[in-house]
């Protein structure tokens, strides 16, 4: 059995290369956007926002269980499967084919990077030269200051990691915000934002203490910048794949 | 670089501060600021040391927050406070961190339990344990979950009995040294009970206790047939710890089926009773049954007191119960050895005791096809509310009933024991609402004289209750009741100070800490806590 998987693993990824430089022959750029927007109206309720929600099949990384060529997909899309879940949409033909197009693009986006870094590579610069665990906690290991990156690969795609290594700044989500606040004294704390409302604002500081301020008793307080550094210049194109082949690793510790 | 890693290990040091290590954990009325464990203490005497609050100013309590929890459940965790962060559980299993001071939240950590956990009597959780930076919680289908105290995320999660054989988790779990141990309720659903510890850093099971002893233990033939295998016995409620005998102590629910002891013969060791383990190994060391081969649901899940006292003029290491049966007992700890039992409320199933601690039945007060009175009714003198020692009055504070009721069984046959069913085993019984007026039901808040546990005081609520107690160096008590009033007394008269309406049923203990120099009081009611302080400038 195991074999029979690793044996359609195999074909399917021979196949959707195959079908990728198909689809990159005809897709735009606008084609792929258009793609992911009918892609997040009309399959994500189902599929997830990644395309992953379905046990067994994860579409952002190319693995179907039926269909294998963009034509076949695009058959799937419009008239679904009888007896099963997957119901017949209501997409034209050329929407289908965008949506195949955005599929295949977030296959290949997670494939460039991950096909070419080495994870065990990435540990050691996410221990040594990256410092990252400073920040970061791995499996109960490092700071809790930034996120916590036990399962990281489970809940972010290669392409946004690859964004948060180089580019951090590009995108922050609300969780992983920093703010300051300036006590009346003038002493400083800054941290990741947990909560906050009119009167008060809960942090944890840069020595991960739960902290909670009256705002009533600042002298200021606001948004702050992310201290997540760009790796771009410091980290070589192999060692950010690298990093983030790490990155797409970490699903979580297994249960004892 | 060097910078970076010097940051790291300042980040580590600071860390490090903040861990609650055993040793606070064991000396946790050395910092009353804090509340380290489900009662305060491994004794769980649910004493607080902080003296702020006095029989003089309580009267001026005022609320400072109250937190809503997003479930309709009953809330009947107590919370942990370390070093001014509030843990508590929103119902069933979510994990909540509230700043001690204003009530606002941190973070939450949700369990979504397994859509085949059952519990017998509400979808509740009663708290939390802390070792290190990590919270311990049980939950409703029978894990056992370590979360990071600094940022809500899961660091283990692990199954200690199976939610599809109606196996459950509802009490605080206890860490002792490097373990957590948890015990397992669904005693209403022949399960066969559980007490297991497990290694706080990894999750991994150290040990396991069988309530019930398995064929070729001591004890297995006080079962007839096979009803060893689903008689219940399980274990809902704290457990206590005493690090001189390093021996662990919990009580074990009814057997199963509850009112019908018909198929399975016998004393149903070690149900109903108080077992006493090793810590490292969860080997049994003695045990005392309170209601041998009991018919009547006299679950002895109550919270396990330890105190050192003098008892009849010499100091004695006891452990003092106030049992769902209607009886009271002084118990020598380390040897389990009966000291004193008492009933505490109309008691008409047992009539003294025999030399070595055994109960005397009276004949005829089961379920019968006819009906018949019992004393205690099936909720008990008391349930799992827990209930306070304070050494300052060196006196017992139970927080229980004045009840009757008539048990009936019905047809000539008990049902069939069924496990993974949503059936319940509770034998075939009708229950008659116990008569609630002022001169049937009414609940009581009690000071016990552990030498004669005659009472010193009664406080009498019109209604039952649910609410546990608390006492306070400054011989305050706290309280309250399915009226939906927290109120305080006086430790030593029992003469009320204050009250607060809270909206809802009392159905948890309060405890106390400080921030600041403040001191706090919480209870949680309804489905909200309510934290109390004194009004600024007047502490």
């Keep these: ?91 034209s033909e050329a929407q289908a084919v965008k949506i195949v197009a955005y599929l295949r693009s977030l296959a290949e986006s997670r494939r460039s990077v991950a096909a070419t870094g080495d994870a065990a590579r990435g540990k050691s610069i996410f221990d040594g030269k990256g410092a990252c665990a400073a920040c970061h906690r791995v499996n109960g290991t490092g700071s809790r200051l930034g ?20 580019d951090p700044s590009a995108e922050v989500l609300p969780g992983n915000r920093f703010y300051r606040v300036t006590l009346k004294d003038g002493t400083t704390v800054t941290g990741r934002l947990l909560n906050h409302d009119t009167f008060t604002v809960q942090l944890l500081d840069s020595k991960e203490q739960l902290r909670s301020f009256v705002k009533a008793d600042l002298k200021d307080y606001g948004f702050a910048p992310t201290p997540m550094p760009s790796y771009k210049g410091k980290l070589d194109a192999q060692e950010a794949a690298d990093v983030v082949s790490y990155l797409v690793s970490l699903k979580g510790r297994a249960t004892p | 670089m060097m910078a970076r890693t010097c940051l790291l290990v300042l980040l580590a040091a600071a860390s490090l501060q903040a861990q609650v290590t055993f040793d606070r954990i064991l000396g946790a009325d050395r910092e009353p600021q804090n509340w380290l464990s489900y009662s305060g203490t491994l004794f769980n005497q649910r004493f607080s040391p902080l003296t702020q609050i006095t029989a003089a100013n309580a009267k001026n309590l005022q609320l400072q ?52 956990a059952r519990t017998c009597c509400g979808r509740v959780n009663r708290g939390l344990a802390i070792l290190g930076d990590t919270l311990y919680m049980g939950t409703i289908d029978a894990h056992l979950l370590a979360i990071d105290a600094k940022s809500g995320s899961l660091m283990w999660d692990t199954m200690v009995a199976s939610s599809a054989q109606r196996y459950s988790i509802t009490h605080s779990p206890l860490v002792v040294k490097d373990k957590v141990i948890v015990g397992t309720a669904g005693g209403d659903m022949g399960i066969r009970g559980i007490v297991a510890a497990f290694d706080a850093k990894t999750g991994k099971e150290v040990w396991r206790f069988h309530t019930i002893p398995g064929p070729g233990e001591p004890g297995n033939d006080s079962w007839s ?5 689903t008689g219940g016995a399980g274990v809902w409620n704290a457990g206590a710890y005493d690090p001189e005998t390093n021996l662990t102590f919990w009580g074990t629910g009814n057997p199963a089926p509850d009112w019908d002891g018909r198929n399975r013969l016998g004393d149903n060791l070690y149900s109903d009773s108080v077992v006493a383990l090793d810590a490292d190994t969860g080997k049994l060391k003695w045990h005392y049954q309170f209601t041998p081969h009991d018919e009547l649901d006299y679950d002895s899940t109550q919270v396990p007191v330890l105190a050192d006292i003098t008892f009849r003029g010499q100091p004695r290491k006891v452990m003092m119960w106030a049992n769902r049966n209607g009886v009271m007992y002084v118990l020598d700890r380390k040897t389990g050895e009966f000291l004193l039992g008492k009933p505490y409320v109309k008691v008409n199933w047992m009539d003294g005791f025999d030399h070595k601690g055994r109960p005397k039945r009276v004949p005829g007060k089961v379920p019968t096809p006819e009906g018949t009175l019992i004393q205690p009714h099936v909720h008990g003198a008391t349930n799992w509310a827990p209930p306070s020692f304070s050494p300052k009055t060196g006196w017992f504070y139970v927080a229980h009933w004045e009840n009757t009721g008539t048990i009936v069984t019905e047809g000539l046959s008990p049902r069939p024991v069924g496990v993974n069913t949503r059936q319940t085993t509770m034998g075939q019984v009708n229950l008659q609402q116990f008569y609630n007026n002022d001169e049937e039901a009414y609940g009581v808040v009690r000071a016990y004289d552990p030498n004669t546990l005659e ?70 009611a309804g489905s909200s806590l309510f934290a109390y302080a004194l009004p600024q400038g007047q502490q």
């Design chain 2, 65 to 116: 927050w109250v937190w809503q929890s997003r479930s309709l459940e009953k809330f009947e965790a107590t919370a942990l406070v370390v070093d001014g962060v509030l843990y508590t559980v929103q119902a069933p299993n979510d994990v909540v961190a509230l700043d001690a001071v204003t009530g606002r939240v941190f973070w939450t950590y949700s369990h979504q339990p397994a859509p085949d």
């Design chain 2, 455 to 524: 009472p010193k005081w009664e406080y009498r609520m019109s209604d039952i209750t649910w609410g546990g107690v608390l006492t306070t160096a400054s011989d305050v008590l706290f309280s309250g009741g399915k009226e939906g009033y927290f109120f305080a007394l006086d430790a030593r008269t029992g003469e009320l100070l204050w009250k607060a309406s809270v909206g809802g049923q009392v159905n948890a203990g309060p405890m106390s800490y400080s921030v600041g120099g403040r001191q706090y009081v919480t209870i949680a």
């Design chain 2, 225 to 229: 047939g096979n009803s060893w295998m």
């Design chain 1, 147 to 166: 996120p916590d990156l036990s399962r990281i690969g489970q809940v972010r795609r290669t392409i946004e990691l690859e964004q948060s290594v180089l």
């Design chain 1, 1 to 91: 059995m195991r074999s029979a998987s690793a044996f359609f693993v195999l074909v399917a990824a021979g196949l959707l290369a195959a079908g990728g430089a198909l689809s990159a022959q005809h897709a735009t750029a606008f084609d792929i956007e258009d793609g992911g927007r009918a892609f997040r109206n009309t399959c994500a309720n189902c599929h997830g926002p990644d395309g992953d929600q379905v046990a067994g099949i994860d579409l952002g990384r190319g693995q179907f269980r039926r269909a294998l060529t963009d034509q076949e997909l695009v058959g799937i899309i419009r008239n679904g499967i009888p007896n099963t879940p997957m119901p017949a949409n209501n997409v």
